[in-house]
C-alpha cells in the first residue's frame, strides 16, 4: 500500500541557505543581494523579476534538489501547498509607492500583489501542474501547508506536492498602519520548503514519514522546527503533530 | 450511496442587489451592474466603470447587521455569511469558515494609509480576517483564508467539500468577498487588462474586463441520500498552466485537463453537462482560452449552454467562484439558464453555445463552474440537483 | 556598437529585471518575443513603459507594439524615428 513520504527539504532564513541538494551551507543573504547564481548553476533569467516572496520561496526550493527526485511526467501530477501569514504585504506596499505614490506604472510589480504568485513561479520553474493552494492563517501556516499537502497525495489527487510557508521576517511590535509601512523595509525573508510524494513513484527512502497518532500528546511543530530536525545528527525519530486531526510527522534525524 | 457534499445554505450581494432573489431577477432580465465610477480618480484609470455595490444595498446590510463600525469589506461577509447560515440551523459551535479573497479589506487599509491615522494593522490581513469574521459570526470551527487570485472561490469550496469529504470539519461555511479600491483599479490599469466600457464576455468586440464587487457564501454540509440541498457537490479540480504568471496557456490545456478530471471524479460524461458558468473575463486572451478549452472536452456534441455572469456583476475577483456558484442555484432550481449578458456576435475561435436570452435548463443535468486566475491555476466544479432523488 | 542599440539593451536588462544579463547576450537581430530573448506579455507592457520614461514615445494600441519589438535593430530604428527625448 503506498503512503506519502517527505523527500527532501530547502530552507532560506536567518540561519543560511539549505537544503536535501546542498551538502554545505550557503550564508545568509538579504533578498537585495540573493542572486540566482548563489543557488543554482543552471540558467534561470527571470529571477531578477520575482518580488522578495517569490525569490525566497524559489532559493529554498532550490535547495532540494527536484529533478533529482521526480521526472517530468510526476512533476505534472505534482501541486503546491503555500502558506504565509503576511502573504505579499511588502510588495503591496512597494506597487502603492510606484504605481499609485509616484504615478509609475510597474505590471509586473502588480502580478506579484496576490501571494499565489509565488505557486505560479515555482509552477512554471518546476513544470507542476497540480493543484495549488495558499492558505493564510493567523498562526501555523506552514504546517496547514504541509497538511494539506499530505492529504492531497494521500487520495491520490497528486502524486507530489511542494509543500511551502514564506514569509517576511517582520516586527512583532507593528500594530498600527504606519508602523507597518515603515517596519517592512525589509530585506529579510524566511521560506521552508518540503517536497512530497508518492511512495510508490519515489525513489529511495524519504527523509520523513506521515501518520495519523490520536491521543499522542505532542505539541504543533513549525517547518522551521522540521528543517531543524532533518539537519540534526541525531539518530533519533521524533514525532511533530502538524495540521489538524491528529496527523504527525516524523524525520529520521541525517547522519553526515 | 452514502452521503455527499452538498450546499445548504447560501448568501450574496452584488452590483446587482442584495439577497439572492433580487440578484437573480437581475441576471433573468439581462441587468448589468456596471456603471460610472463613483468615489474614486477615475483619471488614473483606463476606465471610468466598475460594477459596485450600491449605497442603497450598504445601508440595508448596515442597518440589518446594526453595526455601521464595520468596513465595507467586513459587513458584506459577514451579511452574506449570515444569509446563509440562516437556511439551516446547524450548531454554530461546529461550523468552520474559510474566507476566499484576492485583497480582503484593502480599500480600508489604504484609506488608513491615505489619511494618516493609527490603526491595528491586523484586521487587514486575509487569515486574521478569516477569524474575525467567523468570531461576528459565533461560528466555533477553524478559520483560514484561501487566496487564489481568481480562482479562489472555486479553490475555497473544494477545500472545504475535501475536508468535510475526510471528516477534518462538520460543517463549513466558504464566504468570498472583494471590494473595489484604487490599487486594484491602477493594478489593472497598468496591465492594460480593463475595459473602458462595460466588458462584453465572448463578444468580438471585447476589449477587456470590468471590475467588481461583493460577497457571495455557501454553507457546505454532509448530506444523506434522500435528504433535500440546494446543490451537491459532484466532482472537481485544480490544475496549473505552469506556463506564465498572469496569462493562461493558449489551448487551455490546464484548463481542458481541470474539466476532464472532475468529470472523470464525477464518474460522468460530458453530455451530462447542461450549463457552464464560465469565468469569461472578457479579455481576449481568457476568452479565447475559454473556448478552447470547452470545445477540447464538448467537442462534436450538443454544446451545453455557457455564459459568463460578468457582463452582469463584474469581475469580482477572490470572491468570483462563490458568489457565481450561488448564482447558479437558481439555474437548478428554476431550470432557467439566464443570458449572457454584453454578449452579441462570436469572438472566439470555437463556436459556444452562448444564450442572448434566457434558455431552458434541461432538467437532471449538471452545471460546470470553471475559473482561471493569474498564476496560471485553473479550478472547475461540477455541481447538480439537491432534489433527493 | 551603435550607442542607442546598446543602451537600448541596458536599459532593457535594467527595466525589466534580468539581473545576471550582459548587454552581449542580447543579439541585435535576434526576436524578442516567442524567441531569442523570449520575453512575455508582461515584458511587453513594461517596453511600452520604458520607451514613453526614456524616450518620450507613447504607445496607443499594443498590437502596434508586435512590430516594433520585433528584434533590438528594429526598435532602435524605431526609436531614432519618434523618439521625443
Known sequence: ?????????????????????RTSDIELMGIDDLKWKHVSDVTYKRFG?????????MAATEMIGISEL????????????LGTKDGCLGTDIDFRANAIERDVSNPRLFAYTLPSTVCGDLAIRHGFQGANACYMSENDNGVLALAEGF?????????????????????????????????LDTDRFSAYAFLLMNTDVAAGSPLGEFAFTPGEDCKMGSLRELC????????????TKIGYDDLAVSIRGMER | MGSGVGIVGAGIVTALGVGLDQNWSALVNAKSGIETLTGFPADHYITDVAAAVSERSMNMIYEELGDDSLSRAYSMAIWAGQKALAERSINPEKISLILSTAKADFKEFEDTLNSGTQSSARRFNPGVMAREVADHLNLGGRAFAVSNACASGLIAI???????QRGSAEHLLVVGVDVLSDFVLKGFSCLQALSPRPARPFDEARDGLSLGEGAGAVLLSSVDAGEASRAMLRGWSATNDAVHITAPSREGAGLQSAISKALAMAGHNPETIGYINAHGTGTRFNDEMESHAVASVFGDMEQPFITSMKGNIGHTLGAAGVIETVLSLPVLEENIVPPSVGFETMGVPKELNVPREPVPFPAGKNILGMKSGFGGVNATLIFGSGEPS | MDDLISELKVGIIKHLGFDDMEPDEIETDAPLFETGLGLDSIDALELVVLLKESYGIEIKDIEEGKTIFASIQVLSEFVKENRQK
Open chain 1, 49 to 57: 523579476q520575482l518580488d522578495a516572496l517569490s525569490k525566497a520561496a
Open chain 2, 158 to 164: 473544494i477545500q472545504g467539500a475535501r475536508m468535510l
Open chain 1, 151 to 183: 492529504y492531497l497525495v494521500e487520495s491520490g489527487e497528486l502524486q507530489g506536492c511542494l509543500c511551502l510557508e514564506v514569509d517576511a521576517l517582520f516586527e512583532e511590535s507593528a500594530s498600527a498602519a504606519n508602523e507597518f509601512k515603515m517596519n
Open chain 1, 228 to 239: 531543524g530536525l532533518i539537519e540534526s545528527r541525531g539518530k533519533d525519530v521524533p514525532i
Open chain 1, 70 to 81: 521526480m521526472g517530468a511526467d510526476i512533476a505534472s501530477e505534482t501541486g503546491i501547498t
Open chain 1, 1 to 21: 500500500m503506498s503512503g506519502v513520504g517527505i523527500y527532501g527539504y530547502g530552507r532560506y532564513d536567518a540561519s543560511g541557505i539549505s537544503g536535501t541538494r
